[in-house]
């Protein structure tokens, strides 16, 4: 079975660090190019960090550029955001997603999902 968990959300102030954790079990990760999205109340799924197959070649929405940082562990099959410099526009549910393929920065272009982290940033 084929299984993304996120972990490592949490409610924190704004000028926090958080580090959220994607494991996947019955997929090899780095076979696949792995994406977070986030989702805010009443805000549509939105592209944050990717990393693509094999090569492990990172990619960041505008706004999360030089503050989010994406890692894979290959050992873990896991990948990591690790988020700097929280603010509360940050809060959302975050999602793990994966493809087989080339990295993707639409949700519709991913057929494996987590079930999300709450990430709650307070002023």
């Known amino acids: 079975q084929v299984r993304l968990v996120e972990s490592g959300g949490g409610l924190v102030q704004a000028g926090d660090s958080l580090r959220l954790s994607c494991a996947a079990s019955?997929?090899?990760?780095?076979?696949?190019?792995v994406a977070w999205f986030r989702q805010a109340p009443g805000k549509e799924r939105d592209f944050v960090a990717g990393?693509?197959?094999?090569?492990?070649?990172?990619d960041y929405a505008d706004s999360m550029k030089g503050r989010f940082s994406m890692s894979r562990d290959s050992a873990k099959n896991t990948v990591y955001l690790q988020m700097n410099s929280l603010k509360p526009d940050d809060t959302a549910v975050y999602y793990c997603?994966?493809?087989?393929?080339?990295?993707?920065?639409?949700?519709?272009?991913?057929?494996?999902w987590g079930r999300g982290t709450q990430v709650t940033v307070s002023s």
């Open positions: 019955g997929i090899t990760l780095s076979a696949y190019a």
């Open positions: 997603a994966a493809r087989y393929g080339a990295l993707a920065y639409s949700g519709s272009g991913y057929n494996i």
């Open positions: 990393i693509s197959q094999n090569s492990g070649s990172t």
